[in-house]
Nanobody
Framework: EVRLLESGGGLVQVGGSLRLSCLVS????????IAWFRQAPGKAREGVSC????????YYANSVKGRFTISSDSASNTIYLQMNNLNLLDTAEYFC?????????????????RGQGTQVTVSA
C-alpha cells in the first residue's frame, strides 16, 4: 500500500522559507513520480512541482520557478520541497501525490495516491 506523509508546513512571513517533506512508502520499484500540489480556499488545485524518481526529471509551475526546489533523499525515502522567497499567494494547503510505474516524465495534473496535506500560511 502506497503511503505519503507530509510534514514541514507552518506560518512564515513574506520573503521567508519553508521546507516540506514527503515520506514515501509502498512503491514496489523506483519507477514512480512524486508531485507537490497546493490548493488555497476558493481556488483550483495547482501542481507546483514534480519529480520522476528513477531518472530525476523535474518540472515546476511557472508561479514557483526559481523559488521552489524539489529534491529526493533515497536513504530516507523522502521527497522535499524547498520553498524560498515565499509570498502571500503561496498560502495554501500543500500535499504530495504519487504515480506508480512512471519513468521519463512526471505530471503536474494528475495523481494516483496522495497524502493528507500540510498547511502553509504566509503572512505580511
Amino acid at each position: 500500500e502506497v503511503r505519503l506523509l507530509e510534514s514541514g508546513g507552518g506560518l512564515v512571513q513574506v520573503g521567508g522559507s519553508l521546507r516540506l517533506s514527503c515520506l514515501v512508502s509502498g512503491f514496489d520499484t523506483d519507477f514512480y513520480s512524486i508531485a507537490w500540489f497546493r490548493q488555497a480556499p476558493g481556488k483550483a488545485r495547482e501542481g507546483v512541482s514534480c519529480l520522476s524518481v528513477s531518472d530525476d526529471i523535474r518540472y515546476y509551475a511557472n508561479s514557483v520557478k526559481g523559488r521552489f526546489t524539489i529534491s529526493s533523499d533515497s536513504a530516507s525515502n523522502t521527497i522535499y520541497l524547498q520553498m524560498n522567497n515565499l509570498n502571500l499567494l503561496d498560502t495554501a494547503e500543500y500535499f504530495c501525490a504519487g504515480m506508480d510505474r512512471i519513468s521519463g516524465y512526471c505530471s503536474l495534473d494528475r495523481y494516483e495516491f496522495r497524502g493528507q496535506g500540510t498547511q502553509v500560511t504566509v503572512s505580511a
